[in-house]
């Protein structure tokens, strides 16, 4: 049982209504907006809309963060995609902009003409109000007038007619209930009906536009007693963003139901004016994966290729360059199974032979070599089968080149294109006085018209 002003309370009923209100909108909202509307308790953070904004594409309340050395405020939605594999947020934007437009809309409801509007608009809504009283309080007094004009029938039976009576009794007792139905319901519109402003609110609200703005944009107010002020009619911010036409959609939903849209440009974010050329990143990209930041400044600069400014690569600038565009850097390894990329150099230590003569077989065609892109340095693949083909001596069956350019009847590049696809097997001798590729050539057989 609960009778309102029973006795003298601490605080009287409006405060205490406010009280429960306030405390509801404290909670920790939930993921999606909750029945009371919770935006969570008003905070220390420059992003004026936290607690009030909420996604436009998904409907979850919006949360806040901060970024950069300044802590410039942003807004993103808890709601994750998959895109490509990877989680995405389905609107992230800075709050700098959107904060700004929704105060200068704040601020704009607030303007002496417009409150005039609004009083005038409340005194329609509040005449309105009147006349439905006033039908709910005629309601009312026919159902008094009901319950008497059963009660005198009731008393004026005979009671020898009990028949009539009981029927009499039962009107009786059910206009009762109507009545009470009717002094309920007339109770509870009253109840909801909203506090009539005074005269001297109402002048207070006439010079409260011109003094709001003087005290948003003072030195001494506090984000927090902004969100304070944004909170008392503001019920919602709803906020869509478009990236690929880098507009934003604010629709402000104020307490009473009005609505209010707001279409604002976001800013477009420009590549840097000073930029590698795309094709010179993509080339680093690939040289990364073999050779160190002095190799590659090397080969880069062989191309006649510049830096962002027009200096020439070093390896600290490659280095640079690897780090911006986050770039793993180079990692020597060794394949077992295929064998070990060394350059020409290194594999002619290995392989016992010159430079030159290296140089010589891959134009020849006769190893394959490497090249990622002109001007790198040209690399061999030592494999197992590569060495063997270097023996100290040749094998019974392998000839010196004029032998078998005499034994094939062919001449010295049709020898050598055939020791390139495969055809013929060659070797190449490291010792004695004649060094260089021995020919294995299969003794000829006899045709049908020799």
């Not at 609107?91 to 200068?104: M, P, Y």
Request: aromatic share 4%; hydrophobic share 40%.
């Amino acid at each position: 049982m609960l009778i309102k002003d029973h006795h003298p309370g601490y605080i009287d009923w409006h405060t205490y209504d406010a009280n429960q209100q306030r405390i509801a909108k404290n909670t920790r909202p939930g993921p999606h907006k909750n029945a009371n509307g919770a935006g969570g308790a008003v905070r220390e953070g420059s992003a004026l809309l936290q607690g009030l904004a909420a996604c436009g594409h998904c409907g979850r309340r919006l949360r806040t963060h901060y970024t950069g050395r300044t802590s410039s405020p942003g807004y993103h939605c808890s709601g994750e995609n998959i895109v490509k594999g990877r989680g995405s947020y389905c609107l992230t934007v800075g709050a700098v902009q959107i904060d700004e437009a929704v105060a200068c809309a704040f601020i704009a409801a607030l303007e002496p003409a417009r409150i005039t509007a609004t009083l005038a608009a409340a005194e329609q809504l509040e005449a309105d109000r009147k006349a439905l009283l006033k039908q709910w309080r005629l309601g009312v007094e026919r159902a008094q007038y009901a319950v008497n004009l059963a009660e005198r029938r009731y008393a004026a039976v005979d009671p020898d007619n009990r028949l009539v009576a009981r029927g009499l009794e039962k009107a009786w007792e059910e206009s009762l209930i109507a009545l009470e139905a009717a002094r309920a319901d007339l109770a509870r519109r009253e109840e909801e009906r909203p506090r009539v402003l005074s005269v001297e609110e109402r002048l207070s609200l006439a010079t409260l536009g011109t003094n709001l703005a003087d005290v948003w944009n003072a030195t001494t107010t506090t984000p927090r007693d902004r969100k304070e002020l944004l909170g008392t009619l503001v019920e919602e911010v709803i906020l869509t963003v478009e990236r690929d036409k880098s507009a934003a959609h604010i629709a402000v939903r104020w307490k009473g139901g009005a609505l209010t849209d707001i279409d604002l440009a976001l800013p477009v974010k420009r590549q840097a004016t000073v930029r590698t050329d795309e094709d010179t990143v993509a080339l680093v990209r690939r040289l990364a994966e073999h050779y160190p930041d002095t190799v590659i400044a090397g080969i880069l600069n062989r191309q006649g290729r510049r830096s962002a400014r027009g200096l020439r690569f070093e390896g600290n600038r490659v280095a640079s360059l690897r780090t911006h565009w986050k770039i793993p850097c180079f990692v020597p390894k060794a394949d077992a199974e295929q064998g070990e990329l060394l350059t020409i150099k290194a594999a002619a230590a290995v392989l016992g032979v010159a430079t030159s003569t290296i140089h010589r077989l891959i134009n020849d065609g006769i190893i394959a070599g490497e090249q990622i892109t002109p001007g790198a340095p040209w690399r061999i693949r030592l494999s197992d089968g590569l060495k063997a083909r270097f023996n100290a001596e040749a094998a019974d069956g392998f000839l010196a080149m004029r032998e078998a350019i005499k034994a094939l009847g062919v001449s010295r590049q049709t020898v050598l294109q055939r020791v390139k696809r495969g055809e013929l097997e060659a070797v190449h001798v490291t010792r004695g006085r004649q060094k260089g590729l021995r020919i294995k050539v299969l003794a000829t057989q006899g045709q049908l018209f020799d």
